[in-house]
């Protein structure tokens, strides 16, 4: 992993031999997963240190829920939430993520120790942010974004949802690399559940390879969202509550990390750390039988087609180490 200055805090964007996993931990009384479990800070603090012993590699803490509907907290009462916690968890060695849309709070964050910025808005919800970022040369995580979510899910209408998303968040890197902040610490996020429509999360999915395109590592963050109560429940069925999408979300992950993410996060770790790590393994496996004198031929790959590649070309992974509610 990358250089620790001190304890927890990061310098450069956190790099690991594999898809890492992200645990969150949201002090907030009405996120949509979760709201109220961890409003304390002791037991915020308590929690994020069980998601490092569950298998997190990093942890992203928030104070403001972005689910459809939900009001704005003002800015002294998301720093009260945020910036012990995050204190707390760097004070213990753990990589802290802020989870946050106001330049303040990530100013404030990484002075308490935290190693990144994860702003869904993308730096689009306070001019000020892309500045901040790059003046603390931290990484930043740019999401697809289309605005708050307040009236609900807005303008979650596409002609080509794989083609817009990547093309509005070439923009918004563009924005932040022209704003001062080092291209290899940007990492993007397709922005699952946030202003999309459960068809367009799976298009999404089923097309991380465009994403991978734009030349930065990934975030991949579907835990628990409305898309995956949809998937699960059917066509008649009603979808299940949030917290009964753990499995659901651990498979994708396991698909995200085999398509090369830099990270998935989540709420409930250990199911997704296992799955990244079955997804390795798989992989490792793979890779083997790529390589020249490695054992036997596989008797079910796919003969030589003229260009001398064998079968789908396994995609490369990013070159650097890379919320549906359109809820965090």
């Given at each position: 992993?990358?250089?620790?200055?001190?304890?927890?805090?990061?310098?450069?964007?956190?790099?690991?031999?594999?898809?890492?996993?992200?645990?969150?931990?949201?002090?907030?009384?009405?996120?949509?997963?979760?709201?109220?479990?961890?409003?304390?800070?002791?037991?915020?603090?308590?929690?994020?240190?069980?998601?490092?012993?569950?298998?997190?590699?990093?942890?992203?803490?928030?104070?403001?829920?972005?689910?459809?509907?939900?009001?704005?907290?003002?800015?002294?009462?998301?720093?009260?939430?945020?910036?012990?916690?995050?204190?707390?968890?760097?004070?213990?060695?753990?990589?802290?993520?802020?989870?946050?849309?106001?330049?303040?709070?990530?100013?404030?964050?990484?002075?308490?120790?935290?190693?990144?910025?994860?702003?869904?808005?993308?730096?689009?919800?306070?001019?000020?942010?892309?500045?901040?970022?790059?003046?603390?040369?931290?990484?930043?995580?740019?999401?697809?974004?289309?605005?708050?979510?307040?009236?609900?899910?807005?303008?979650?209408?596409?002609?080509?949802?794989?083609?817009?998303?990547?093309?509005?968040?070439?923009?918004?890197?563009?924005?932040?690399?022209?704003?001062?902040?080092?291209?290899?610490?940007?990492?993007?996020?397709?922005?699952?559940?946030?202003?999309?429509?459960?068809?367009?999360?799976?298009?999404?999915?089923?097309?991380?390879?465009?994403?991978?395109?734009?030349?930065?590592?990934?975030?991949?963050?579907?835990?628990?969202?409305?898309?995956?109560?949809?998937?699960l429940a059917g066509p008649e069925g009603a979808p299940p509550p949030a917290r009964e999408r753990d499995a659901a979300t651990a498979a994708v992950s396991a698909l995200a990390a085999q398509a090369g993410a830099w990270a998935v996060r989540v709420h409930?770790?250990?199911?997704?750390?296992?799955?990244?790590?079955?997804?390795?393994?798989?992989?490792?496996?793979?890779?083997?039988?790529?390589?020249?004198?490695?054992?036997?031929?596989?008797?079910?790959?796919?003969?030589?087609?003229?260009?001398?590649?064998?079968?789908?070309?396994?995609?490369?992974?990013?070159?650097?180490?890379?919320?549906?509610?359109?809820?965090?």
């Amino acid at each position: 992993m990358s250089k620790q200055s001190g304890r927890g805090r990061v310098v450069g964007l956190p790099q690991w031999d594999r898809c890492a996993v992200m645990g969150v931990v949201n002090v907030t009384p009405d996120s949509f997963s979760d709201g109220g479990r961890w409003f304390d800070t002791t037991a915020a603090v308590k929690h994020g240190l069980h998601l490092v012993a569950e298998g997190a590699d990093l942890v992203d803490v928030g104070g403001e829920s972005t689910r459809p509907g939900a009001t704005r907290v003002d800015e002294a009462e998301e720093l009260r939430r945020v910036v012990p916690v995050v204190r707390g968890l760097a004070s213990e060695g753990v990589v802290v993520s802020v989870d946050t849309m106001r330049a303040s709070v990530a100013a404030r964050a990484l002075a308490a120790g935290a190693a990144l910025v994860n702003d869904v808005s993308g730096g689009l919800a306070d001019p000020a942010m892309i500045p901040a970022v790059a003046d603390a040369g931290a990484p930043f995580v740019v999401m697809h974004w289309r605005g708050f979510l307040e009236g609900g899910n807005v303008r979650g209408v596409y002609a080509d949802v794989v083609a817009e998303v990547v093309d509005e968040l070439h923009a918004r890197v563009d924005a932040v690399l022209a704003g001062g902040v080092s291209p290899d610490r940007i990492v993007v996020d397709p922005g699952l559940g946030f202003s999309k429509e459960a068809d367009h999360d799976l298009s999404l999915l089923a097309h991380l390879d465009r994403l991978h395109a734009l030349g930065h590592p990934l975030l991949v963050a579907a835990s628990r969202k409305r898309f995956l109560g949809r998937v699960l429940a059917g066509p008649e069925g009603a979808p299940p509550p949030a917290r009964e999408r753990d499995a659901a979300t651990a498979a994708v992950s396991a698909l995200a990390a085999q398509a090369g993410a830099w990270a998935v996060r989540v709420h409930e770790v250990r199911a997704t750390a296992d799955a990244v790590q079955v997804a390795r393994a798989v992989e490792g496996a793979r890779e083997e039988r790529r390589t020249p004198g490695a054992g036997a031929p596989d008797p079910v790959r796919p003969a030589t087609d003229a260009s001398g590649a064998h079968g789908r070309p396994h995609a490369p992974a990013p070159s650097h180490p890379p919320r549906a509610e359109g809820a965090r």
